[in-house]
């Protein structure tokens, strides 16, 4: 990793709130990406960071991350746009970070040459979140792999400006509500065969499409 990327991923660290990180997301959106009015499409930068030796990365993680973003453009039907770019022409800037026991990524604001951004915080590492999450990650790679990915997709989500829900079927839904946790991500796992069917089956409910569409309508 860059001693810039360092520097923020550090700088991040020194502003969390162990108290809030209880699941999924950071309890508040950023709607870092408001769409100009005058725009057809909103189209984004983003990066993600390189792995480094001890937060648990591994590799074909910054895959998973790619398709989150991914993920999101398909379900806007043209009102969203991604574009991969420098670290520091990135409005959404994905970073990966070391073990925190019971967190698993959060996204912060920052500024991005005079406009708002977001720096997503996930943490590949499953130990510390619990035997429910921890010992299936270890016998099941494509379980593991999807705590990571929908935990990108959930905190991508967030950079767009889009809220937590207390339904357990979004996407956007907060672990502070309670509810099966390992079970949320277990009927991703259970939709899938192999690594590859990560990308055709986006993880979002119609509800997270709907409020995605309408804050990013296109035209």
Known sequence: MKLASMLVVFAALSLWNVGSQAGVGPGRATAANALDSAESTAVIGYYISPGYPGSGYREGDGQLADWAFTAWEKASNGGLRFVPVDESDARVRLYWVGRRDGFYG??????????????????????????????????????????????????????????????????????????????????????????????????????????????????
Do not use: N
């Open 106 to 219: 959060e996204a912060r604001p920052t500024m991005v040459a005079g406009r708002q951004g977001t720096a997503v915080l996930v943490q590949p590492d499953m130990r510390g979140l619990g035997p429910g999450i921890e010992e299936p990650a270890k016998q099941d790679r494509l379980f593991r792999d999807s705590v990571v990915y929908l935990t990108c997709l959930h905190e991508v989500g967030h950079a767009l400006g889009l809220p937590h829900t207390a339904d357990e079927q979004d996407i956007m839904y907060w672990f502070g509500y309670g509810g099966d946790i390992p079970g949320f991500f277990r009927r991703y796992r259970d939709r899938l065969h192999r690594r590859d069917d990560i990308p055709r089956h986006f993880g979002l409910s119609e509800r997270d499409v709907a409020r995605l569409r309408a804050q990013y309508p296109g035209r």
